[in-house]
C-alpha cells in the first residue's frame, strides 16, 4: 500500500509534488499518531478528573469541617460516691481538674473529698458560726464569694474555694476557706439569701421567717492602709400581697432586686443609697404552679426561671421608654417543660447555657440564645445541690440521700442551630428577632450571634451593584468593538482591556479607600447624575456633528469615531462635576448627605455600596468584555450580511441579529462575571466599612462573605465555634460560585442548542 504525501510550495505557479510512503513508514505513522492520540486522551481524562476531584475534595473538607458544629451535646455519667452530707446539702463545687469536690449542708462545716478515691476526705469549720444551723446560701455564677443565712438571723459571707497550687512541678489542690463579714440581720431564721458586692458598697437581701425582706446596704471603704471598713444598715422591703418569696437574685450594681413569689410573680425593686426600697415592676411570669427557682444566665442581665409545673422560660431586659426607669423584662425564651416542678437551675461558667433540674429527678441542658434543649438524662431522685464545673465540662449533683453524681459534658458548640445561622434570633437586650452576625464582644459574658443572612446579603448587594456598573458597559463597549470599532483600533482596545484584569484587587480595593472614597464623598451629586448625563451628552453631540456638519467633517468623524466619543464622555464628566455642586445647592439644601439623613433616616457612609460597586465593577469589565467580544465575534458573517441586505441598519443588525445570535456567550459572560464579583475579597475589604447590615441603600456598607472571613480568620481560635462556623461562610461561598457556573453552562447549551440551526 502506498501513501502519497502532497507538499505544497511557496507559489502557486508551481504545481504540488506528491511523494509515496512506503506500507512500513506508513504504519509507523498512524501507529505514532494512535500513541499521541492516546496519551492526549488519557492526559485529557486525568486532568478532567482531577478537575472535578479537587472541586468535590474542597466541598468534602469544607462540610467535614463544619459537621462537628451539628454534633449536638454528650452528656455521660462517669461515677457516684458516698458522702457525708446529710439530706438538705446547700452547696457542692468542684476544682477546674475535676480532681476534689466540696460540699455544705446545714453544719458548719466545708467537707472537702477527692473524685479520685485514693484521697482522704478533709474538713474545715466555717469561723464565727458555731452552734447555728446553715438555712440558706446565694452563690453567684462560679464566684468564690458565698453567702450564708442561718437560723439566728445572721448571714455570713466570704469566699470559698478549690485552688490549683503547684509546689515545684507538682500540682496539688488546696481548699481555701476565709470570712469577710458576719451580718447581723434580725431575729429568726434567715430562709432565703441573697448577697452582692460592688465597688464601695455591698448589698444582702434576706428572707427572715419566711414573710418579712430585709435588705442590708453596707458601705465599704478600702483605706491605703489597714483593713476594709464596713458600714451596715438594715431596711424592710414591704410585699403588697401575702406571696412566699420563692427567689431573690441582686444584679450587679447592687442596686436592683429580682424577687420570684409562689404566686407567680417576678417582682423588680429598686434598692436606692437613700431611702426605701421602691417597686419598679410587677410581672406575671408563671400562671400556674409559681416560681420555683431562679437563677442568672451568664452576664447576669437574663434570668431563668423554673415553675411549679415544670415550665422553663428566660427573662430579659428590653429598652421601654414608657416604664419608670427606662426598662423592662420580657419572656425570651421558653424551652421544654418538665414533668415536675423545677428543684434546681444552674448556669453555665463559660456561654449562654443552663441545666434545669426536677423534683423527679430529670435533668435539660439548655442553650438560652436557640431556645434549645440539647441533653436529657435522668437521676435516681432530685438533686438538693447542683454545679457546673469551672471549665463548663462536667456537672456535680448531690441528692438527697447524699450521694455526689458526676457527669463529663462535652458540648462544644451550644451556640450553633439551623435557626441560629439561618433564622431571626431574639438575642439578650434585643427587643425583637433579628438577623445579626457579631462573632466576638468585649466581655467573657458576651452572646455569640453567628447569623449568616447579613454575610450573604451583603455578598449579593456588592454583587448586584458591581454588576449594574460593570454589565451595560461591558456588554455594550464589547457589541461597539466588535461591530462598529475601526479594525485597526479593535485588537488594541481589546488588549487593553484585557489588560485591565491584570490589575491586582488589592491595588484597586486601595485606589477605591484611599482616592475614590473621598472624592465620591465630596461629589455625590455628580456621580449620581452621571449615568444620565453621560449618554446624554454623547448622543446630542454626535447627533449634532453628524447633521449640522459639513461633508468633509462627516467624513473626518466617521474615521476617527471613537476619539470624538471619548472627547464627548470628558465633556460630559466635566459638566456633572459643574452641575453636581449646583443641583446640591439648589435641590438638597446645599448638603446631599445631610438631605439624606434627614428625610429617609440614611447615613451617608464614606466608604460604601456604590463606591464597591464602580471600583469592583471596574475589576469585573475586563472579564464580561472579553468574553462577550469574542461572542460576537464568532456571529457567522452570513448572518450579519443577510440582514444588512435586506435593509436593516448596522445598529438594527447588532441589536436584532448579533445579540440574541450571541445569547450563550453573553449569559456564559455575565454569569462569570457574577461569580468573581461573588468571590472578590480585597475590593470589598479596603472599599466598604466591612458593617454586617441588612439595607439594599447605595450610601451605607456591607460585609461579604469573602471578606468576613479574610477579617476573621486570623482570629478565631482553631476548633473553636467561630472558627468553624467560617467554614460555614466558606461553603456558603463555594456554593453560590458552584450553583452559579452550573446554571451559566446549563443555560449556555440550551441557548447554543437553540441557536444551533442559524
Known sequence: MNVSAVLHSGTESQPPQSFALSDAAARSFRARTQRIDRFARVLISISGISVIAAVLGIGIFLLTELAPLFGGADVVQIQQLSTSVN?????????????????????????????????????????????????????????????????????????????????????????????????????????????????????????????????????????????????????????????????????????????????????????PSVGPPVLLECLRVVEEGGVNFMAFILGDRSVAIGSGNGEVQTWSPVRDPGSEDGWTYERVHSFKKHDTAIAQIVGSPRDKGFVTASTDGALKLHYMTTDATLAEWEMNSAPVALEFTPKADGLLALDSDGRMHQWRVDNPHPEISWKALFGKVRYEGYDEPKYVWQSHGATDDFEAKFSMVPLVFGTLKGTLYAMLFAAPIALFGALYSSQFLDKRLRNPVKSFVELMAALPSVVLGFVAGVILAPFCQGYVVSILILPVLLPIVVILGMTLLSNFSPVVLQALIRKSELWVMLGFLCVGCWLALVLGPLLERLVFGGDFQDWLLDLFGTRYDQRNALVVGMIMGFAVVPLIFTICEDAFSSVPQRLVSGSLACGASPWQTAWKVVLPAAGSGVFSAVMVGFGRAVGETMIVLMATGNTPIMDWSAFNGFRALSANIAVEIPEAPWGSTHYRVLFVAALLLFCMTFIVNTVAEMVRLRLRKRLQGM
Not at 118 to 126: D, T, V
Not at 145 to 165: D, E, H, M, P
Not at 192 to 211: H, Q, T
Open 87 to 271: 439530706g438538705s446539702g446547700l452547696v457542692v463545687l468542684s476544682d477546674e481538674h475535676q480532681e476534689k469536690f466540696l460540699t455544705i449542708d446545714t453544719e458548719p462545716w466545708v467537707r472537702v473529698q477527692s473524685l479520685l478515691p485514693e484521697k482522704a476526705p478533709q474538713k474545715l469549720e466555717l469561723e464565727g458560726l458555731s452552734g447555728q444551723k446553715l438555712l440558706s446560701v446565694y452563690r453567684q455564677n462560679q464566684s468564690s464569694r458565698v453567702a450564708f443565712g442561718t437560723n439566728q438571723g445572721k448571714v455570713w459571707v466570704g469566699s470559698i474555694a478549690l485552688n490549683t497550687v503547684f509546689v515545684g512541678s507538682e500540682r496539688t489542690i488546696q481548699a481555701a476557706v476565709e470570712r469577710e463579714v458576719l451580718l447581723d440581720i434580725a431575729e429568726g431564721e434567715i430562709s432565703k439569701v441573697a448577697f452582692r458586692a460592688a465597688e464601695d458598697v455591698e448589698l444582702a437581701i434576706s428572707l427572715v421567717d419566711g414573710s418579712n425582706l430585709v435588705a442590708t446596704r453596707v458601705a465599704v471603704k478600702r483605706p491605703l492602709v489597714g483593713p476594709v471598713k464596713r458600714t451596715p444598715s438594715n431596711g424592710v422591703i414591704p410585699m403588697d400581697a401575702p406571696q412566699t418569696v420563692t427567689g431573690i437574685l441582686i444584679k450587679e450594681d447592687c442596686q436592683e432586686v429580682l424577687l420570684g413569689t409562689s404566686g407567680g410573680e417576678l417582682q423588680r425593686w429598686r434598692v
